[in-house]
């Protein structure tokens, strides 16, 4: 009966039955729409902004609204982390790290972490040099598996009249650029040469049309929903322990595919086991504690590694990377009890989390919306031979004169984000939200599709379309509402580097590639794969070389 009874004035929402609260009726919800993000979007449609549930243990209020989400991210009262076995098992039994932490142990951990990232890079020109380095070797990346092959100037001039004609009667499929066309005989209608390929430019004049026409066994099929993981991570990586990997590093790509799997498996606000968490002991494997467990004992394991690696080659007068700064302070006699070398490993684990899975998937988005929409393409591709030209690689120093690319950044952020949650509040103390009463304790999750995805504020969310962040001068213009990296305390710890990735790794494959639906498939869905944060769901793209400018 106990269990049934919500706090005086709590938040409205579905009613609560013993033990398991509204976890039915949210998963019935989920079911129905697909998505958790979607499931509490619906119950903010019947309760309101601020809607109270009970999941199993767990009290939570999902706020779904803008002011509801300002106000909460705001107030020093609500600057809690979660508590519980979930949050507690990812760091050897204790909260550690600067995710999921609060109060003064978080407080001073984010402090030194932010200052020294900074040192190493964060915001500053080695955080340049290494964003520039790695956008270099994604493109030659790119280039090697087209390696051969040349646009191909298959039918340069070309009669109008006959070019005409052969559309009419259909001889080409379509004149849309990017899409594969075929057709017999041109030279002086004699040649019986049979064409296919994909059409990347024309240009008509003087009554003749000239194609710039690529073989369609020549363009390259590639994965893109994962074609930057590595590289993401190097720019990180090389900050924190001076390392870059290599592409094709075993295990690394072994850690990233089973936290790719973890991810997918599990929500923002925990999963089954973290509300209920006697499931641990009775179905470990149902529960998704076994995997839980798994991935985290594999990453400890080579964090450990790098950080036993570091302590042998650890030189105090010459820091090269963060985790040699972290080294230093514990060596130190007046350090603060909450500098530890499990503190250090759970830092390193936390931004190994969310710094690579977020850029990752905010590119596979852009790549994904860059499909469905080739004039936006086009129109990054018109401002990056502006301002940058072909001769040389786009450089974070071009981005104040690249209003376009900047909003491809932005709205691909937004994409990505409009699908999930922020990263769970805690109340420390009992408050007040909206007039409603918080009780302490209560987890409480930002639903950033009520802001990102808003048509009151957005007016065709759903549409990929940079414009909207530029205003009547071309400049760059970001409504309140745009959140997607939080703000207040918690505000993300690396929204320069995220922005500075996705901005360089865009602007320098645009510029040298063409991306395209492969001819003869359809275009890939916008539909997402739930989890911690959304992917994308895996698509290819057909890449061509530009054409000589
Ligand atoms: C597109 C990429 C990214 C997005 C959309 C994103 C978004 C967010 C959001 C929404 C929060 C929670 C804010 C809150 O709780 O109020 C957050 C926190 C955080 N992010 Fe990011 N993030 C991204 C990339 C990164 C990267 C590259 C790093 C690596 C340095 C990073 C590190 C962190 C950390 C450490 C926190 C916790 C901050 C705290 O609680 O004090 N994020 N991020």
Known sequence: YYDTRKPKNFPPGPPWIPVLGSALHVHRLRKQTGYLYRATAELAQCYGPVVGLKIGKDRQVVLCGYEAIRDMLSRDDFDGRPQGVFYETRTWGKRRGVLLTDEEFWQDQRRFVLRHLREFGFGRRTMTDLVE?????????????????????????????????????????????????????????????????????????????????????????????????????????????????????????????????????????????????LLRFLAPTLSGYKQFMYTHQQVWIYLKAELDNHKATFEPDKLRDFMDAYLKVLSSNDKKPSFTESQLLAICMDLFMAGSETTTKSLGFCFLYLLLYPDVQRRAQAEID????????????????????????????????????????????????????????????????????????????????????????????????????????????????????????????????????????????????????PSPKPFQALVTPRAVG
């Open 133 to 277: 380095q790695e956008a270099e070797q994604l493109v030659k990346a790119f280039q090697q598996k087209l390696e051969g092959f040349q646009v191909q100037k298959m039918v340069t001039v070309f009669p109008r009249r006959y070019f005409l004609t052969a559309l009419k009667t259909e001889q080409f499929s379509t004149f849309l650029l990017d899409s594969s066309i075929s057709f017999t005989s041109c030279n002086g209608y004699t040649d019986t040469t049979e064409y296919r390929g994909v059409l990347m430019e024309y240009a008509s004049h003087q009554g003749e049309v000239e194609l710039f026409l690529c073989s369609m066994d020549a363009g390259v099929v590639m994965s893109m929903h994962n074609a930057f993981n590595v590289y993401i991570l190097n720019t990180l990586w090389s900050i924190l322990a001076g390392i870059r990997f290599s592409h094709s590093d075993a295990e690394l790509k072994k850690l990233q595919s089973l936290l790719t799997e973890l991810f997918a498996n599990i929500d923002m606000v925990g999963c089954l086991f973290s509300q209920f968490p």
């Open 386 to 533: 502006a301002v940058v030209g072909r001769d040389r690689l786009p450089s974070l120093n071009d981005r104040p004169k690249m209003p376009y690319m900047e909003a491809i950044v932005l709205e691909s952020v937004r994409m990505f984000m409009g699908r999930t949650f922020s990263i769970p509040h805690r109340a420390l103390k009992d408050s007040e939200l909206l007039g409603y009463y918080i009780p302490k304790d209560t987890m409480i999750i930002c639903n950033f599709n009520g802001t990102l995805m808003d048509k009151d504020i957005w007016g065709d969310p759903d549409v990929f379309r940079p414009e909207r962040f530029i205003d009547a001068q071309g400049s760059i213009f970001i409504p309140d509402q745009y959140t997607p990296f939080g703000f207040g305390k918690h505000r993300c710890m690396g929204e320069t580097l995220a922005k500075s990735n996705v901005f360089l790794f865009t602007a320098s494959l645009l510029q040298s590639f063409n991306f395209s639906i492969p001819p003869g498939s359809l275009p890939p869905t916008t539909d997402a794969i739930d989890g911690v944060t």
